[in-house]
């Protein structure tokens, strides 16, 4: 299981950037985890659109789902060049009819994950967990079978994350604070929060994502370390985690 960050920052991309988007590998099946502004642009580094096999929405929060409209044009474009008809499946929840609506295309089609159920997706199987958000928005854990990441979406602190990511190889968590600051009222966490739910569910590695666009972004880990002594890195576009 390979995983490559597409899109890191929260809110917006900094020049050059993309938001909340992961490209997910195992055996020649390639999942995208949300479709953040900017992704696109930086997906194609790594993979072509062409050969995404799924796609998979925590929400429906423009820093999420704000390339989904260009990833659309772009299998339509595609197809019309090559003559081909490959539908895209894009998995979403229902509680936002109008985000779920937007996933279905010519070219790609709106698939409702039901978040009290596991869901399989090529080799990949997914548990959710509703976070702390002003949106319905769902965390996810990912198993091949073999290993597991858990992907916190956006949220606030709750201690439920911790039996939810228990003993995962990687946690990708929210860290759009530092420490000392509250994002509770935003639907965020602090370094050190995202770093206590690592300690206690003892993770193996955890990714901080989703960063500031303030202050000294390099500061979040410093905080983490204090709290969780596991191996721990700062989300970069490009950083690849590979299970053993």
Known sequence: MKLTVIGY?????????????????KDDFSLLIDVGSGSLSALQKYKAVSELD?????????DHIADVGVLQYARLVQ????????????YGHLEDEHGFASLSHDYTKGIAYDPKQSLEVGPFTITFFKTKHPVPCYAMRVTDGENTLVYTADSSYTSDLIPFSKD???????????AGLDGSKAGHM?????????????????????????????????????IYKGEINLAAKGFIWKSL
């Open 9 to 25: 920052w929260g809110g917006y991309p900094a020049a050059e950037g993309a938001t909340s988007s992961y490209l997910l590998e």
């Open 54 to 62: 799924a796609v998979i929405v925590s929400h429906y929060h423009h």
């Open 79 to 90: 197809n019309n060049v090559t003559g081909g008809e490959k539908v895209l499946p894009i």
């Open 168 to 178: 995962a190889d990687l946690l990708i968590t929210d860290c759009n604070y530092y």
């Open 190 to 226: 602090t370094s050190e929060e995202g770093a206590r739910i690592a300690s206690d569910a003892n993770v193996k590695a955890l990714l901080l994502s989703h960063l500031p666009q303030f202050g000294d972004i390099n500061q979040l880990m410093e905080e983490a370390k204090q």
